[in-house]
Nanobody, 123 residues
């Protein structure tokens, strides 16, 4: 029903910024809450940020508060993650996800996933 494709990852230095994008297919994008997760080598996939279906509410994991901003443009079927003041510990594959309930922070709360985009932050 929903296909998600991430883009915008890359190699940057600590302190730099990146903006990730998640493009969704279908005509029901605005019905879904969305989230970003990330997974570093050897670690479990972890929650990063979430946004309600209309974009009015957001939530973040503590480690990215004040640095990352999640947003969405439902007219363009696209979600974004603006990442500022990047740190080496932000290095991971970042995944876009879609689900029915806002503020769910478990992977089991999301029905659709993108393929991931690599973010590497050097020191």
């Amino acid at each position: 029903q929903v296909q998600l494709v991430e883009s915008g990852g890359g190699l940057v230095q600590a302190g730099d910024s990146l903006r990730l994008s998640c493009a969704a297919s279908g005509r029901t994008f605005s019905n879904y809450a969305m989230a970003w997760f990330r997974q570093a080598p050897g670690k479990e996939r972890e929650f990063v940020a979430t946004i309600s279906s209309g974009g009015g509410r957001t939530g973040y994991t503590d480690s990215v508060k004040g640095r990352f901003t999640i947003s969405r443009d439902n007219a363009k079927n696209t979600m974004y993650l603006q990442m500022n003041s990047l740190k080496p510990e932000d290095t991971a594959v970042y995944y876009c996800a879609a689900g029915r309930a806002f503020s769910v922070r478990l992977t089991s709360g999301y029905d659709y996933w993108g393929q991931g985009t690599q973010v590497t932050v050097s020191s």
